[in-house]
T-cell receptor, first 109, second 114 residues
Framework: GQNIDQPTEMTATEGAIVQINCTYQ??????LFWYQQHAGEAPTFLSY??LDGLEEKGRFSSFLSRSKGYSYLLLKELQMKDSASYLC??????????WGAGTKLIIKP | DAMVIQNPRYQVTQFGKPVTLSCSQT?????MYWYQQKSSQAPKLLFH???????NEADTPDNFQSRRPNTSFCFLDIRSPGLGDAAMYLC?????????????FGPGTRLTVL
């Protein structure tokens, strides 16, 4: 079957760095997406990886290892507004997104 | 600004009373999706359209129907809402199926069933 695993909840301190891990198993693979979702709002796109390695976008970076079925989202210089759920989604061979349940990130002052 | 719009943002209905949720987009994307998302769960794909080609997920209940009268608009009809249908309904668009184009979401409609 197809499956995405990510931690349910993480806590970090304002100004620090946090890494949110995601492992996936899909029938075929056409890339890995990360979305941010604030409570009661829709997901907003953060990053897309299809090749192995690190993609950096300002304070956020995303890493992919296809051989390990693994990705992480790295958030630097954490701000209170980064408190949100972070959803990992892998695209399968049919170009359908297989979604994780999200990691709720709590930022403490 | 190009965007995905959903109306209403909040919808309250009574058990068994039909309800229609709407989505429109100014992105000129040819693929539109409807997802259901319950609290602390992953979004669940209900349907998607590639242009007018309708694709129903195998486990989408018959109680849910969809219409796409033109490129810009898509509707989700819930014929007889049950308490278990209370959820956030998300509309998303992308520029092509068969590709890795990003899905962009509207703000969602939160449905409450009394």
């Amino acid at each position: 079957g197809q499956n995405i695993d990510q931690p349910t909840e993480m806590t970090a301190t304002e100004g620090a760095i946090v890494q949110i891990n995601c492992t996936y198993q899909t029938s075929g693979f056409n890339g890995l997406f990360w979305y941010q979702q604030h409570a009661g709002e829709a997901p907003t796109f953060l990053s897309y990886n299809v090749l192995d390695g690190l993609e950096e976008k300002g304070r956020f970076s995303s890493f992919l290892s296809r051989s390990k079925g693994y990705s992480y989202l790295l958030l630097k210089e954490l701000q209170m507004k980064d408190s949100a759920s972070y959803l990992c989604a892998a695209m399968d061979s049919n170009y359908q997104l297989i979604w994780g349940a999200g990691t709720k990130l709590i930022i403490k002052p | 600004d190009a965007m995905v719009i959903q109306n209403p943002r909040y919808q309250v209905t009574q058990f068994g009373k039909p309800v229609t949720l709407s989505c429109s987009q100014t992105l000129n994307h040819n693929v539109m999706y409807w997802y259901q998302q319950k609290s602390s769960q992953a979004p669940k794909l209900l349907f998607h359209y590639y242009d007018k080609d309708f694709n129903n997920e195998a486990d989408t209940p018959d109680n849910f129907q969809s219409r796409r009268p033109n490129t810009s608009f898509c509707f989700l009809d819930i014929r007889s809402p049950g308490l278990g249908d209370a959820a956030m309904y998300l509309c998303a668009t992308s520029s092509a199926a068969g590709g890795t184009d990003t899905q962009y979401f509207g703000p969602g409609t939160r449905l409450t069933v009394l």
